[in-house]
């Protein structure tokens, strides 16, 4: 019956897949007497920040040929032993024979094009929008710093937002393979010196995997002249409690052999303060007993990340790519103090009760990613395979201590618990693309296999005194086994003034979970189909407007799926949902864009059965219990405004606001499973100014405003919150070094309370990590340090469900 089911993936895989039209470029370097200059480099370079997009080197007789140029407005540079020419305009829209580059004997150096500082800009293409920061004041932060500063992107408890869904990170196209707070130590990890640009892609084509929601992909310099360079950053923040971070970065290049090396080390003490309260509910629908509680939770953390990479091209038409990414961070100690007061309804305190919370964690994260590309005898045409392994191992101990005292504050009874817990995942991953030009148009599909395990164990100990007994109904054992079998085609066709993208990807999805203790089963078995379609209309140069849809899935993390529990206390805990099941979105958007600097969006999703975080207090055995659950239904609309432009010379201005509909209706289970409309209007608004504050551009500035009126977040809604951000950045010693120097959250108003209050519900709590800090930076660039880099991430779409704290 499988095999049946496989039969529509084959289908899907026997069309092939188009890609934008692409031209070419061919000319002629020579000298001011018309000499040919044989062998001289050629470099295309984007006109809207003059980065790096294509280059070839010229024959003996100064002969070069650049193909595979999308239609876009360039700049054509030559350079021959460190001279550069000045660069030529062009706008491609069909191929060019430019006839004779000329190199003249006094010009200005190629080095001074590429890496002069910018001003960060936007870009819309046909399914994302572009966020180009190469060598701006943005830059100088790491990768999370980048992303939090991109156009639409919204931090909300730690989590980067789009549109309220979580945004999927992607290096070059290739998948961050961790999530949760992993995924934000490994961006903080990464230099932001050598990105060129975010890509925004809300709805993603059918080349990427149909899970997940919108994708933010950070696109990396490339390599393009022999030789070596190397980095060393460190970075000093001072917060409430102060940290440091460093690393170095390792690039050497030959003719055939790209090899890049990283790794940081990132210690941290931090601190997080949480007030939460809860009114619990009696029957007449008022609250009894009034609980609120402060907690100061430490969290001390050595994570180490490591990054190698190594490109060979065996010749014009085989190439190698290795990538592996290492993430360890051992002995994480997490120390939280509870203080909890429970009054009546009258106000008076009827007790106390005091808790310690210690958790010791150590985990790792081992990728290896495996790719390999053969060009075909066809221009343009190629099949690429790919492999991918991941290990993660976490091991998890907690010990809970509480003490209980009456009203007049005397000593009642003690009772603690501890847990041991283990969790090992495995995934490994196969993938063929196959990609060729079709006339005016081109094709390209492909086919994946994803197979992922996962094993954890907890035991769980009640102890009073120096006695300690087993709790079976708490110690259970997971298991699950996911299959997941995917093909995929897409078409895309550009003439006169439109340019039409469609896709379609089809997957079969084989997945089971059992837990022992419960004795339970959960199954999964269904093959979807999501299509895509991407249509662009420029009347003019100065106005194009563009449709786009997309149907998306997405699956439950795994230790969302594990019904274990993680407790606060023991009256205070999040668990696991066996029960949880996939769930499918439609996603419409309408653009229209103006002078490429103002944007208008309007947008309509529905989410569906959406797996969102929900709150549950029990009113008569006084519990707060937190899971993730399917809601009924859910649905986001909104507008968007996107304007940015250069107001006067050193000042560029960019706003973002988007006015927006959060809707979703779930089975509230301690209220008599009575179905619940959680919905809000809200307002999100960003304001960033980059100044350039010398004359030579060595000294630049950013000031930055954020400001979110209130948002929904599960059975939450939380209020306005602020950020102001400022920083400066100054190059030293010809660009050889940089300095920075920021300061976020500078008005302390970027800590939100959230608010669960309907039916016989009523609770809050109010988290405030070290959201204001100061932070300098330092990079210190040796050997040819203008080279480009080869940085590569990893795509595994499944290691993103990982972790999610």
Not at 189 to 210: H, R, W, Y
Request: aromatic letters at 14%; proline letters at 3%.
């Amino acid at each position: 019956m499988k095999r049946l089911r496989l039969l529509p993936l084959l289908a899907v895989f026997v069309f092939c897949n188009l890609t934008a039209q692409t031209h070419q470029i061919i000319g002629k370097v020579v000298n001011e007497s018309n000499e040919p200059i044989g062998f001289a480099n050629v470099l295309l370079l984007s006109a809207i920040d003059s980065t790096f997009v294509k280059g070839t080197s010229a024959d003996e007789g100064g002969r070069f040929l650049l193909d595979g140029i999308e239609p876009d407005l360039y700049l054509l540079q030559a350079s021959y032993v460190g001279r550069g020419s000045k660069p030529l305009p062009l706008d491609i829209k069909s191929d060019i024979s430019l006839g004779a580059l000329i190199l003249p004997s006094d010009i200005e150096s190629l080095d001074e094009v590429v890496v002069t500082a910018r001003r960060p800009t936007l870009e819309r293409l046909a399914d994302r929008l572009v966020f180009n920061v190469e060598n701006t004041v943005v830059s100088q932060g790491n990768s999370w710093d980048i992303l939090k500063s991109t156009p639409g992107v919204i931090v909300n408890q730690e989590e980067l937002q789009i549109r309220g869904q979580s945004a999927t990170i992607y290096l070059n196209g290739r998948k961050v393979q961790i999530s949760g707070q992993e995924a934000k130590d490994l961006l903080e990890g990464l230099s932001g010196t050598n990105i060129k640009s975010v890509e925004v892609i809300a709805n993603p084509p059918a080349s990427f995997d149909a899970e997940g929601g919108p994708i933010l992909n950070i696109v990396t310099n490339k390599n393009i002249v022999p030789g070596y360079k190397g980095s060393v950053t460190g970075n000093y923040t001072q917060a409430v409690f102060p940290k440091y971070s460093a690393g170095m970065s390792h690039y050497y290049k030959t003719e055939k052999l790209n090899v890049f090396a990283n790794y940081t080390y990132n210690p941290k003490k931090e601190l997080r303060r949480t007030s939460k309260g809860i009114n619990f509910i009696d029957d007449t629908g008022l609250p009894y007993s009034i609980w609120e509680t402060n907690i100061d939770e430490i969290k001390r953390t050595k994570a180490h990340n490591a990054t190698g990479v190594l490109d060979y091209e065996f010749d014009d038409k085989n190439s190698l790519n290795f990538t592996t990414n290492v993430l360890f961070n051992p002995n994480q100690e997490w120390t939280s103090v509870l203080d909890t007061e429970i009054a009546n309804r009258l106000g008076a305190i009827d007790s106390t009760f005091n808790t310690e919370n210690t958790i010791d964690v150590d985990n790792s994260n081992l990728a290896f990613d495996l790719t390999y590309v053969h060009k075909l005898k066809k221009q343009g045409a190629q099949l690429s395979f790919n492999g991918h392994f991941t290990n993660f191992n976490q091991s998890f101990s907690q010990r809970i201590d509480s003490d209980y005292f009456d009203d007049n504050g005397d000593f009642i009874r003690n009772f603690g618990f501890t847990t041991a817990s283990d969790q090992q995942i495995k995934i490994f991953t196969g993938q063929m693309d196959y990609a060729t030009p079709l006339g005016a148009s081109s094709f390209e599909s492909g086919l994946k296999l994803s197979s992922i395990s996962s094993e954890s164990a907890i035991d769980y100990f009640n102890f009073t005194g120096n006695s300690q007994t087993v709790d079976a109904s708490f110690s259970d054992d997971f298991e699950y086994d996911e299959k997941v079998y995917a093909a995929y085609l897409s078409w895309v066709k550009s003439w006169e003034k439109w340019s039409l993208k469609l896709g379609v990807r089809g997957e079969l999805t084989d997945a089971q979970g059992v837990s022992l203790t419960l004795n339970t089963i959960s199954e999964q078995d269904f093959f979807e189909l999501f299509p895509s379609i991407y249509l662009l209309y420029s009347p003019s140069e100065k106005h194009s407007f563009a449709f786009d849809y997309g149907r998306r899935v997405d699956r439950p993390r795994y230790n969302d799926l594990n019904p274990f529990r993680n407790f606060n206390n023991e009256n205070d805990f999040e668990e696991g949902n066996l029960g949880l099941r996939p769930y499918f979105s439609n996603n419409f958007n309408l653009n229209y864009t103006y002078g490429g600097k103002f944007f208008v969006d309007l947008y309509y999703r529905d989410n569906g059965q959406f797996i969102n975080y929900l709150v549950f207090q029990d009113n008569e055995n006084q519990t707060l219990r937190e899971l993730r659950q399917n809601v009924l239904e859910s649905t986001s609309y909104g507008l968007d405004f996107t304007f940015s432009k250069s107001i006067l010379n050193p000042w560029y201005v960019y706003a973002y606001v988007s006015i927006f509909h959060e809707n979703e209706t779930f089975l509230a289970v301690e209220s008599n499973n009575q179905e619940f409309r959680n919905e809000l209007n809200g307002i999100y608004a960003y304001w960033a100014n980059y100044l350039t504050l010398s004359k030579d551009g060595s000294l630049t500035g950013e000031a930055t405003l954020t400001y979110i009126s209130n948002f929904l977040y599960g059975s939450y809604i939380s209020d306005e919150q602020l950020n102001l951000t400022l920083g400066l950045r100054k190059t030293l010693w010809n660009n050889r070094a940089v300095v920075s120097l920021a300061a976020e959250d500078v008005l302390r108003t970027y800590v939100p309370t959230y608010t669960s209050r309907y039916l016989n519900q009523d609770n809050f709590y109010r988290r405030r990590p070290e959201t204001q800090f100061i932070r300098l930076g330092f990079t210190y660039n040796f050997g040819n340090f203008r080279l480009e880099d080869n940085q590569r991430g990893i795509d595994k779409k499944e290691r993103d469900r990982l972790n999610g704290d």
